[in-house]
């Protein structure tokens, strides 16, 4: 009996090892994926402007963004009907670069990330204007592709 108990505590403990293998290699697969949906973030703003942003905030009612501590848009739809009646119309170019980025695997399908950023706005009247600051998010795998649930923006202030 004694005998029996040791196999079976050994094959839990190595069965234990692979499984967190297991964790570690699609861990660093998740990272990469949300990592890549960072790059293609910023590239597609780049080229397309802020409406390229409605391609990276998930599509659900579970979704929302805050700005500076407040909750600025509550889900979804406030965010597509932000994005297209006010930010297409107030901003023409988004340059987003982003730096010492974390990425913080929760689970296969669920990421947290956190960054530095540097933001170049070009409004529509053609002035550009510099943001830095640090952005959370959570990224959450959708049969779409990887797609941001929450976000959070904070603006540093301008050096004096």
């Not at 597609?44 to 929302?64: E, H, I, M, R, T």
């Not at 529509?124 to 959070?152: M, Q, S």
Request: charged share 15%; net charge neutral; aromatic share 12%.
């Amino acid at each position: 009996m004694p005998f029996l108990l040791a196999v079976c505590l050994f094959a839990s403990c190595k069965s234990g090892h692979q499984d967190f293998n297991a964790v570690d290699t699609d861990s660093a697969v998740v990272k990469d994926s949300v990592t890549a949906l960072t790059i293609n973030i910023a590239h597609d703003l780049a080229a397309k402007g802020p409406v390229a942003w409605l391609n990276y905030f998930q599509d659900s009612p579970n979704f929302f963004m805050a700005n500076e501590g407040q909750l600025a848009l509550h889900n979804y739809q406030s965010a597509k009907t932000f994005v297209q009646d006010t930010l297409v119309k107030s901003i023409s170019k988004i340059n987003l670069q982003w730096s010492h980025t974390r990425i913080d695997v929760l689970a296969s399908n669920i990421a947290a990330i956190g960054s530095d950023f540097h933001e170049d706005l070009t409004f529509a009247w053609g002035e550009t204007t510099p943001f830095d600051g640090y952005f959370t998010g959570v990224a959450i795998k959708t049969p779409k592709g990887w797609k941001l649930r929450n976000a959070h923006w904070s603006i540093k202030p301008p050096p004096k």
